[in-house]
């Protein structure tokens, strides 16, 4: 099982700051781009899920990335695009700087950074995919990083390969032992450039570690681990490459990380009665739901509920403001206590209905969520669709349970399909209604339920346990919206309100919790 990208984060930020000595560094796991550092702020780096190998070799080539990409952000003092050649080439030679000044100081790490250099080199393309006078650079990178190259090249390009990378190695070497930083280094970037002759803004295509998917066969791995073991020795020395390949000073840290992973995606579920669901977490991306646009407005919007107080115009109170009242206000400034108390269950609507504005809608709900977690309210979010002719009620996030990026992702998994069995989906979920009394149960729909009577005895029933029923009706407009907010008012329930925009969603819920 892979650890989640939201446990990755923490411990990651952990090591990197242990590492780079930086202690506001922050750690970002990106799916849509490559590794990068921004120095003194940020290290952006690929998950583990896009590399090659199994779930530990994966994690232990995150592991080392992250150490290398945390020297960068100690030791190195410019960092340029990998995308022309002259920063490509200085990257890399930076890249072997920081591993020898690094290693000094991190001995422990040897073993884990022969492993990621036999992935590296499992993971580069052969020579013959690379077009034009790129494949002279990613022939030098290989010969520099690896002391081999994959595939062939011209007899004249290999002898241009081996003179740039032979001046490469002398120029990090005396930048290791003088201690030198990045700008003896760039120094050199040029004279290599005239050796491979090509030019310093020549583009260099991506090339990924995690351009090969699946597994990587054992022997393939073998292979790579001698060819870089026997090139490597002047520098690490004698390599076990058994010992290598065990990963064993990993594998305790690796293990303990899946178990605190597993506690923290399974708090607060606990069995749920019959015909409520939690969907899998796994393999689902939540990445498309998260508006951070909208989640960061609404903060912002609710930002004086997290302090409690909110500033008033008023008839009397403590300060005289002399510009609200030239302007009609109340004279006087006044803070009130704002708070919420209120424990509430959000009831999502994942009929067919929602289908084509399904993702808009998950962004809404979501971004909701985030603001109740952030504003530290209690709140339980569920819902329903139909799977396989049945209807189901899905658990996002129980009562007990923390909102996080497991949360959403479950919500991510959940399929618009089906009708709008409301009465059916309040009976399943009336035991955990029953046990917790939340003071507010909250519906959030876009159609008439399929069963209005039995919705109405539902409604009633739960009433009785002091739950405060609210509906939220959703629609394509304001008049389509009010007209199905109007038809739910007959339902019994207590309050009614409407959403044209599924923007709103998030303003009317708060609306509702306001004291």
């Known amino acids: 099982m892979m650890i989640q990208n939201e446990s990755l984060a923490e411990i ?5 700051r242990r590492w780079s000595g930086v202690d506001k560094i922050t750690v970002e796991i990106s799916e849509g781009s490559g590794t990068r550092t921004r120095l003194g702020e940020r290290i952006i780096i690929t998950p583990p899920a896009k590399m090659i190998g199994s779930d530990f070799e994966r994690y232990r080539q995150f592991r080392t990335s992250l150490w290398y990409e945390s020297m960068r952000a100690s030791l190195c003092k410019k960092i340029l695009s990998n995308d022309h050649a002259f920063g490509f080439i200085l990257n890399s030679m930076e890249t072997r700087r920081i591993e020898g000044l690094g290693r000094q100081v ?5 073993a884990e950074i022969i492993f ?13 995919t690379v077009y034009g006078r790129a494949r002279i650079v990613e022939a030098f990178y290989q010969h520099f990083m690896f002391g081999a190259i994959k595939g062939e090249i011209q007899s004249s390009h290999f002898e241009k390969v081996k003179k740039a990378s032979a001046l490469a190695e002398e120029a990090v070497s005396i930048a290791v032992r003088d201690d030198s930083g990045t700008e003896r280094l760039e120094e050199k970037v040029g004279e290599i450039v005239r050796i491979l002759e090509i ?29 870089v073991s026997e090139n490597k020795e002047a520098d690490f020395g004698r390599i076990n490459a058994g010992s290598v390949l065990s990963g064993e000073d990993i594998y305790d840290e690796y293990r303990v990380l899946l178990e605190e992973n597993q506690k923290s995606e399974n708090q607060g579920l606990a069995a749920e009665p019959i015909g409520v669901k939690t969907p899998s977490a796994r393999d689902a991306g939540e990445a498309a739901i998260y508006d951070m646009g909208l989640i960061n407005g609404l903060r912002i919007k609710f930002k004086e509920w997290k302090s409690g107080w909110k500033e008033v115009h008023s008839s009397s109170g403590d300060e005289f403001d002399e510009e609200g009242y030239i302007e009609g206000y109340g004279p006087f400034l006044a803070d009130i206590k704002r708070s919420i108390k209120t424990k509430i269950v959000i009831l999502l609507d994942h009929s067919s209905s929602i289908a084509s504005d399904a993702l808009e809608y998950k962004k809404a709900t979501l971004a909701l969520c985030e603001v109740l977690a952030f504003l530290r309210v209690q709140f339980a979010v569920y819902a329903f669709s139909t799977q396989g002719r049945e209807v189901v009620c899905w658990s996002i996030k129980p009562a007990g349970a923390k909102w996080n990026r497991t949360a959403a992702r479950r919500l991510a998994r959940v399929a618009a399909n089906g009708s709008t069995p409301l009465a059916e989906v309040y009976d399943r979920m009336f ?13 959030l729909t876009d159609g008439e339920p399929s069963d209005p009577d039995a919705v109405r005895t539902m409604v ?3 009433k009785r346990l002091g739950i405060s029923m609210v509906a939220l009706g959703l629609g394509p407009n304001t008049l389509r919206a009010t007209a199905i907010a109007g038809n739910l008012r007959h339902l019994g329930y207590e309050r009614t309100l409407a959403a044209g925009r599924l923007g709103d969603i998030p303003g009317r819920v708060m609306r509702i919790l306001q004291v």
């Open 12 to 16: 990651a930020t952990f090591l990197a």
């Open 106 to 110: 991190w001995r422990g790490m040897d």
């Open 116 to 128: 990621n250099y036999a992935y590296m080199f499992l993971s580069r393309p052969q020579l013959h």
């Open 199 to 227: 030019d310093s803004l020549l583009t260099i295509p991506v090339s990924l570690p995690f351009v090969r998917a699946g597994m990587a066969a054992n022997q393939e791995v073998q292979k790579a681990l001698k060819t």
């Open 431 to 443: 035991p955990i209604l029953q046990s917790g009394r939340p003071d507010i149960f909250l519906t």
């Open 460 to 462: 009633k029933a739960l």
